[in-house]
C-alpha cells in the first residue's frame, strides 16, 4: 500500500498568513492527489485534485502544486475560515486509496 | 444541488450487522462511481470501499476481509453498505462519497456521515 505523510501535524498561525502543508508519498504517485479541508463534526470538503487543479468554488488563495512523491498544499493568505484540518489523499492506480494523517492549522 | 444523506448508523454489539444507506439527488446517480470512506473518532480518514457506476467493479480494503459488501441501486439513486461481522475497531463515522470521474478515485462530494458504533 501507498503510505502518505503529512508534515506538520499541527501548524499555528495567523490571519493572513501565508500557510504550507507538505504531502510526500512512499512511492511515486504521479499528479493523482487531492487536498480536502474538514472542520470538526463536518464532512470533508474537496479543495485540489490532480494535485494542482483547483475544485470550483474554492477560492483562490488555495493551490496545489508537486509531482512524483512529494506535494505542497498553500494557503496564500490565511483567513478565518480556513483553521481546519486538512487531508491530502492519494489515487493512482490500484487500491487502496490512501490518505495523509491529517494536518491541523490551528490559530496561533 | 448534489446532497448525499447516509442512514442506517447506530450502536451494534461485536458480531453484530449494520446495513447503512446513501441517498443521492440533484445529478446523475447512475453515471457516478460511489465509495465508502469512514473516520474513527479523532482519526484520519480511511478509503473502505468503491463500486462503478454500473455496480459491475467493486473494489475493498483488504482490512475488511470480506466482512463488509458494497452495492448500489440506480432506479433508487441508492448507495449501500452491508457490514458483517462487527468489530469495535470498525467504529466510526461512515461518509458516502461520489468519485470524481469514473477513473479518478477523488471525492469531489461527501454525505453528512453516519456513525457506527460497535460495543457491548
Known amino acids: 500500500d501507498i503510505q502518505m505523510t503529512q508534515s506538520p501535524s499541527t501548524l499555528s498561525a495567523s490571519v493572513g498568513d501565508r500557510v504550507t502543508i507538505t504531502c510526500r508519498a512512499s512511492?511515486?504517485?504521479?499528479?493523482?492527489l487531492a487536498w480536502y479541508q474538514q472542520k470538526p463534526g463536518k464532512a470533508p470538503k474537496l479543495l485540489i485534485y490532480?494535485?494542482?487543479s483547483l475544485e470550483r468554488g474554492v477560492p483562490s488563495r488555495f493551490s496545489g502544486s508537486g509531482s512524483g512523491t512529494e506535494f505542497t498544499l498553500t494557503i496564500s493568505s490565511l483567513q478565518p475560515d480556513d483553521f481546519a484540518n486538512y487531508y491530502c489523499?492519494?489515487?493512482?492506480?490500484?487500491?487502496?486509496?490512501?490518505f495523509g494523517q491529517g494536518t491541523k492549522v490551528e490559530l496561533k | 444541488e448534489v446532497q448525499l444523506v447516509e442512514s442506517g448508523g447506530g450502536l451494534v454489539k461485536p458480531g453484530g450487522s449494520l446495513r447503512l444507506s446513501c441517498a443521492a439527488s440533484?445529478?446523475?446517480?447512475?453515471?457516478?462511481?460511489f465509495s465508502w470512506v469512514r473516520q474513527a473518532p479523532g482519526k484520519g480518514l480511511e478509503w473502505v470501499s468503491s463500486?462503478?457506476?454500473?455496480?459491475?467493479?467493486?473494489y475493498n480494503a483488504d482490512l475488511l476481509k470480506g466482512r463488509f459488501t458494497i452495492s448500489r441501486d440506480n432506479a433508487r439513486n441508492s448507495l449501500y453498505l452491508q457490514m458483517n461481522s462487527l468489530r469495535a475497531e470498525d467504529t466510526a463515522v461512515y461518509y458516502c462519497?461520489?468519485?470524481?470521474?469514473?477513473?479518478?478515485?477523488?471525492?469531489?462530494?461527501w454525505g453528512q456521515g453516519t456513525l457506527v458504533t460497535v460495543s457491548s
Open positions: 462519497a461520489r468519485d470524481g470521474t469514473a477513473y479518478s478515485h477523488y471525492f469531489d462530494f
Open positions: 440533484g445529478f446523475t446517480f447512475s453515471t457516478y462511481t
Open positions: 463500486i462503478s457506476s454500473g455496480g459491475s467493479t467493486i
Open positions: 512511492q511515486t504517485i504521479n499528479s493523482w
Open positions: 490532480k494535485a494542482s
Open positions: 489523499g492519494q489515487y493512482n492506480g490500484s487500491p487502496p486509496w490512501t
